[in-house]
């Protein structure tokens, strides 16, 4: 396939997409240079931060792949309390990160709804309504995306993990809960409530082919998706999908190929907003950069509280668990600075691809902003 032509194309079909994860050489360095040259014309070189804080390790789900899966007896549970979440919000704000994730173990019972509603709506408050809230917290009802919406969190990240149902159902456990139609349907039901709706997939799972992952890719198109978060696939010993292990390429090859991802994404979808995930630092320090250099705009430091960040262990081997957010953050500014990217301090960072749809729909979606935000009937304590 000669690069220069498949590269001028707007979209492209499995094969291409194929061939264009798989390449190696100067035509990976000719994707790699072309991702990076349309994010920064079409959207600079800036990147937003998200500040993560990572509510809880309780979860009601069982998932193959996961280190905090119920059934993992080893991992040590804790839930951050309010004041701690509030804290580490402010803690955002003052350091001017302009948004935050709250992302957790899912849960759906009516003390976890409500607190998360308290607690969207009590940041918002504390912050002026200056601070950005994403949301990443599992399949909910309808009832619930929309009391949290209402509360004043406008972006919701809910990965399909894999768009291929067969593979979906390998990676997770054959239970009701656990439905691929369901998380479609969670996605549609997140748009329709006014979320920036994301997604997205592990890279580099057992029985997983690139062909998958191509469909993935073009999963994001037809879903017509406002961001994605992507990373590798990173093996936990106490999950059952460990056994396959053997099966697994390569971490040098996998955090290529979730390189090679970001590439082929920022070319089909020019205007999402893409995360540099932690997953591919798990693999190589400067791994978050590595996706930053070649068309990424989203990153994530981690300002969850030092004693309970250790806990949140997806997966082994997770980076900045000894760090503070301080130390963190100072060495992100400069790592980012040198791939040639500059942060955009206070800033939401809200995915053009979204923006550029609601300026253009008719009747126009209501602007969060301006969106006066009611207070939950029944705040927490
Ligand atoms: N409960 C929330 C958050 C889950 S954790 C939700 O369901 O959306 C966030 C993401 O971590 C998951 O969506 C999954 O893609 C990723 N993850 C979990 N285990 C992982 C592993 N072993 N390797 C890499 N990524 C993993």
């Given at each position: 396939?000669?690069?220069?032509?498949?590269?001028?194309?707007?979209?492209f079909?499995?094969?291409?997409?194929?061939?264009?994860?798989?390449?190696?050489?100067?035509?990976?360095?000719?994707?790699f240079?072309?991702?990076?040259?349309?994010?920064?014309?079409?959207?600079?070189?800036?990147?937003?931060?998200?500040?993560l804080?990572?509510?809880?390790?309780?979860?009601?789900?069982?998932?193959?792949?996961?280190?905090?899966?119920?059934?993992?007896?080893?991992?040590?549970?804790?839930?951050?309390?309010?004041?701690?979440i509030?804290?580490?919000?402010?803690?955002?704000?003052?350091?001017?990160?302009?948004?935050?994730?709250?992302q957790?173990?899912?849960?759906?019972?009516?003390?976890?709804?409500?607190?998360?509603?308290?607690?969207?709506?009590?940041?918002?408050?504390?912050?002026?309504?200056?601070?950005?809230i994403?949301?990443?917290?599992?399949?909910?009802?309808?009832d619930?995306?929309?009391?949290?919406?209402?509360?004043?969190?406008?972006?919701?990240?809910?990965?399909?993990?894999?768009?291929?149902?067969?593979?979906?159902?390998?990676?997770?456990?054959?239970?009701?809960?656990h439905?691929?139609?369901?998380?479609?349907?969670?996605?549609?039901t997140?748009?329709?409530?006014?979320y920036?709706t994301?997604?997205?997939?592990?890279?580099?799972?057992?029985?997983?082919?690139?062909?998958?992952?191509?469909?993935?890719?073009?999963?994001?198109k037809?879903?017509?998706?406002?961001?994605?978060?992507?990373?590798?696939?990173?093996?936990?010993?106490?999950?059952?999908?460990?056994?396959?292990r053997?099966?697994?390429?390569?971490l040098?090859?996998?955090?290529?190929?979730?390189?090679h991802?970001?590439?082929?994404?920022?070319?089909?979808?020019?205007?999402?907003?893409?995360?540099?995930?932690?997953?591919?630092?798990?693999?190589?320090?400067?791994?978050?950069?590595?996706?930053?250099?070649?068309?990424?705009?989203?990153?994530?430091?981690?300002i969850?509280?030092?004693?309970?960040?250790?806990?949140?262990?997806?997966y082994?081997n997770?980076?900045?668990?000894?760090?503070?957010?301080?130390?963190?953050?100072?060495?992100?500014?400069?790592?980012?600075?040198?791939?040639?990217?500059?942060?955009?301090?206070?800033?939401?960072?809200?995915?053009?691809?979204?923006?550029?749809?609601?300026?253009?729909?008719?009747?126009?979606?209501t602007?969060?902003?301006?969106?006066?935000?009611?207070s939950p009937?029944?705040?927490?304590?």
């Open positions: 396939m000669n690069i220069e032509s498949l590269l001028k194309q707007k979209t079909s499995r094969e291409e997409l194929v061939y264009l994860l798989s390449c190696q050489g100067e035509d990976e360095q000719k994707l240079a072309y991702s990076k040259h349309l994010r920064d014309r079409l959207l600079s070189n800036n990147i937003h931060l998200r500040g804080i990572e509510i809880s390790n309780l979860c009601i789900k069982d998932c193959l792949y996961c280190g905090i899966r119920k059934s993992n007896k080893q991992a040590k549970r804790y839930a951050l309390d309010e004041a701690e509030l804290k580490a919000a402010s803690y955002a704000s003052q350091n001017r990160y302009g948004s935050i994730v709250l957790g173990g899912e849960r759906n019972d009516p003390d976890f709804v409500r607190e998360i509603e308290s607690i969207v709506y009590q940041i918002k408050k504390q912050s002026g309504q200056k601070l950005g994403t949301l990443s917290l599992g399949e909910q009802s309808e619930t995306y929309r009391r949290w919406f209402d509360a004043g969190a406008h972006r919701y990240l809910l990965r399909i993990e894999t768009s291929n149902e067969q593979l979906y159902q390998q990676i997770h456990p054959h239970t009701q809960n439905s691929f139609s369901t998380r479609l349907k969670c996605l549609q997140l748009r329709k409530c006014g920036q994301g997604t997205g997939v592990m890279i580099g799972l057992p029985f997983q082919t690139l062909q998958n992952l191509a469909d993935d890719l073009l999963f994001f037809q879903t017509d998706i406002d961001m994605v978060g992507m990373g590798p696939y990173l093996e936990h010993r106490e999950t059952p999908l460990w056994s396959f053997n099966r697994l390429i390569p040098k090859e996998r955090l290529n190929l979730s390189l991802m970001v590439s082929c994404l920022r070319i089909l979808m020019p205007y999402i907003n893409i995360a540099a995930t932690t997953a591919l630092q798990a693999i190589e320090p400067l791994g978050r950069e590595k996706a930053l250099a070649i068309g990424a705009n989203i990153i994530m430091p981690n969850t509280p030092a004693v309970q960040k250790t806990k949140y262990q997806l082994e997770k980076p900045d668990t000894d760090e503070s957010a301080e130390a963190a953050t100072l060495q992100l500014i400069e790592s980012v600075r040198n791939c040639g990217c500059e942060i955009q301090w206070d800033n939401w960072g809200d995915s053009r691809h979204f923006r550029n749809k609601t300026l253009t729909a008719s009747p126009p979606m602007s969060k902003a301006q969106k006066p935000l009611k009937e029944s705040p927490a304590k």
